[in-house]
């Protein structure tokens, strides 16, 4: 059930866009109001989202070259240095639907099958160094939908040796609504870690939309179906954040996800050092 086992310890390693570009969603905060509820420690920004679905008969992409079969999204904004998090979620797929590296000189964390009707989640990073104007790819095994999610993080004011201090993933397969992410954490030996919370959500019907719930006390910086918005016709995620301000347990990280149907829940955690 959980993949716990398999994820990282302390310190375990740290263009154009022909489309549409994500706006903030519900519940997100600006740069600026960021930077005062978050005075200390790593900020974590929402670059642009992808999206793209053809299960209910229309086409919802975010740019001309998401596909069935492939991703494409634009790295504008990306600042050398910075931490980059791409996040994916696709169904279906295999363990190695997404390719790896997602794009030159990416490190991948996990990628993960799961789930009663099958979908797997990605999570990759690596410290900006004069990116392309944008990350593309084509999906390998497994692949039979296509209903893709997908978050462009940047996190700023990070260490550019050990930026990821440590992480942990958890995948539930039991059918359940609302559709609990839940991650029992992990420990941080530095203070002013940003904790990163990514959840997401295998539906078990279609079509529908969601209401997303982020952690108590932690910021929404992403949310989205795989039709762009809260709506999807498989699968949805949501990203969140917090500074926890003393090094130590954060202690079990719960969020959800409410929709019309049963869903099945999957959830990353990351702790992102400061310098």
């Not at 079990?252 to 869903?263: A, V």
Request: glycine letters at 14%; aromatic letters at 10%.
């Amino acid at each position: 059930m959980a993949d716990g086992g398999i994820d990282g310890g302390i310190d375990g390693g740290a263009g154009a866009d022909g489309g549409l570009d994500a706006a903030l969603p519900d519940g997100a905060l600006a740069d600026a109001e960021i930077d005062a509820a978050i005075p200390l420690g790593p900020k974590v920004r929402l670059l642009r989202h992808a999206y793209y679905t053809d299960y209910s008969g229309t086409v919802f992409e975010s740019s001309a070259a998401m596909s069935r079969t492939g991703f494409e999204i634009a790295t504008a904004g990306v600042v050398n240095g910075e931490l980059l998090l791409f996040v994916g979620s696709i169904d279906n797929g295999s363990d190695t639907v997404w390719p790896n590296p997602i794009a030159p000189g990416f490190q991948e964390l996990t990628q993960h099958f799961y789930g009663s009707d099958g979908q797997t989640y990605m999570v990759a990073w690596k410290i900006a160094d004069n990116e392309p104007a944008t990350y593309s790819g084509t999906y390998g095994s497994g692949n039979v939908r296509g209903s893709v999610t997908i978050s462009l993080l940047a996190v700023s004011g990070v260490r550019r040796n050990g930026a990821v201090h440590g992480w942990r993933g958890f995948y539930d397969s039991a059918p359940m609504n609302p559709v609990v992410g839940s991650n029992i954490g992990l420990t941080t030996t530095i203070d002013h870690c940003a904790i990163v919370y990514l959840s997401g959500a295998d539906w078990l019907s279609t079509p529908g939309s969601n209401t997303f719930m982020p952690p108590a006390g932690y910021l929404p910086v992403d949310q989205v179906g795989d039709r762009g918005s809260n709506a999807w016709d498989w699968t949805s995620h949501q990203v969140a954040y917090r500074n926890q301000e003393v090094a130590g347990p954060t202690g079990t990280i719960t969020g959800s996800m409410t929709g019309p149907f049963n869903g099945s829940p999957w959830t990353v955690v990351i702790a992102v050092a400061p310098p």
